[in-house]
């Protein structure tokens, strides 16, 4: 490919082209990417005349063939989008600078793919050209997958195969389409397209000689009938086509039909179904494979018959029926339709009408914040075939094949899908998984209460389809269960902090250490068990430790008795302490030290209400460090209760000693008319991890009420 090629491509379908200023347009682009290669090895500016080249089957206008020539420089090279503006003017700027814009599309890093799909249909909504520039573009990487390492070629093909050719087919750009999918299943299924491809040629010769003799016989016989087509010719093959079918339909390759097709082309809409009728008695139909296109269009506008016969020497073939009109929509899609005026740029309204699906996009999508949820919304819902269903005024609706009536309501509105109680279609009441289908008229029968069913959400009831009512039925149930679960998530994290020792615990604040952004979310979380309660415990103990080590203020963990190889007083070693028995504190709870007459220092908690009240006595408080040690261990006073029960006590010792935790003590006192048993042990803990799972372990014995740690403050 050259640049005389291109101008040679473009002045056959438009005469007037402004040829010196595509030149000056390759000749930037040539300057600027003349440093760069492709990793083909092939100089860069090849790309871009490939890209233009594309573009000119689909006989674009001057503004977008330059805009394909120059679509990677500002984003590749230093030349900047002021350059194309000031040489090439406005429009072909916002073009460049809409495709530049596209080029973050990644699969896999879910929020930017997310958002580069936003931008691409908010382009599309605002000039289709930009798109049709990106697909060529696409295609040409496709072409030239070859040079790069496996695994990118997978992520590209996937990419293409997920997003690029459905969208081509959803602008009924088929030439495009059939090619990506051609090349993106090399990719992804090396081994069935090597298979599909070898077959397809080995049957070649003998496929054409067939094909050849089916249109002789089928041109004499419409001759006979007076009916002269202007084209007859056999289709091209599309293998990704035959392999989709292969899978779909679960058939070999000589039971697919579409292998041997031919495609009827005439001068007007009498004459499809003229000529339809006379194959149908040429050649024996096969039940189940006619499609009428041109009376139920796609939802990308396409027109045809196709239907498939049992032709000569008794085998299959497809044919396809339409006019030059339909054929040209076929090949060209959306492109087809682009109009341009001279004089005030005004655009075909036929054409607006067609794009409109688009500008709806751009609104349906606003309502779904999660990444991940827009782009299942668009492999489902934009990607599909579609249905035309009518609202109870007679308004069309667009919708994807296999919509429900709840589907149907939250596209209406979202109060509507909340309250959907029920259905009418064509005045019949019908069940809520009934599926529309084309033509029907559909009426909600909403509820004065209440709101949608969690059931709405089991895909194997099929009762809703599109994502957009997926998520709106979540957020429905998300808000309505939220203060649900602020309840239920408090009084799961009261029992926990009891349980540690840690009543008194300022919610917001444990919020902020957790990075939620205030209480209530932080409860929530709990409720919905997207954060778990030994997480919680373990952290805060964790934390208590970190802030207890040297030059930081003390703070939580496991407790003492006689602890001198374990707490030092700031600069003095080897000083008389205890454990006050007020609060029992842990290795590692903020402590404070209280200097005692003739019995050394007795080690309290920070918050111990005995210490809190020593408003004259503050002289005889001195600060105390935990020392970080695994050689020591610490008694702590465990309280159980629970209702009586045999061998509950040796349960409880085979859990401790299952941990290689000494039980130092044991005292079980049993209520004569509750038969609750209240076990209080001490145990000498090594860790606060270790508390933590001796807890959690027996606080899930049978009939254990609760576990928890003894402070007595």
Known sequence: MDLQTLLDKIQSYNPAVNAERLRRAYDLARVAHATQTRSTGEPYIFHSLEVAHALTEFHLDDDTIIAALLHDVPEDTDVPLETIRTEFGDPVAKLVDGVTKLSGLRLGLEQTHAESLRKMFLAMADDIRVVLIKLADRLHNMRTLYGLPPEKQRRIARETMEIFAPLANRLGMYNIRRELEDLALRYLEPDRFTEINTLLREDQNDQQAYITQAIQILRARLAHEKIFPLEIAGRPKHIYSIYNKMIRKGRDFDQIYDIRAIRVIVENLRECYVVLGIIHSLWTPIPGEFDDYIAKPKENYYQSLHTAVIGPRGKPIEVQIRTAEMHHLAEFGIAAHWRYKEADGARDPAFEHKVNWMRQLIEWQKDIADAGAFVDSLKTDIFQDQVYVFTPKGDVIEMVAGATPIDFAYLVHTEIGNRCGGAKINGKIVPLDYRLKTGDRVEILTTKKGGPSRDWLNPGLGLVRTARAREKIRHYFKRQARAQAIAEGRALLEKELHRLGYDQRNLDELAKFFDYKNADDFLEAIGHEDLSL?????????????????????????PPQILEPALTVEGVDNLLQHVARCCNPLPGDPVIGYITRGRGITIHRRDCKNIVGLDDERER???LNWEKTDAHTYPVQVQVRAFDRAGLVHDISGIVSAEKVNLASANAVMGRK????????????????????????????????????????
């Open 534 to 558: 030994q997480t919680i415990g373990v952290q805060l103990l964790d934390a208590e430790r970190e802030e207890t080590a040297p030059h930081a203020e003390p703070t939580p963990p496991p």
């Open 621 to 623: 408080l001195i600060a």
């Open 674 to 713: 509750d038969r609750i048993a209240i076990i209080t042990a001490t145990l000498e803990i090594s860790s606060a991890d270790q508390l933590t799972r001796i807890l959690n372990k027996i606080d899930h014995l049978q009939n254990v009420i609760e576990a928890r740690r003894v402070t007595n403050v």
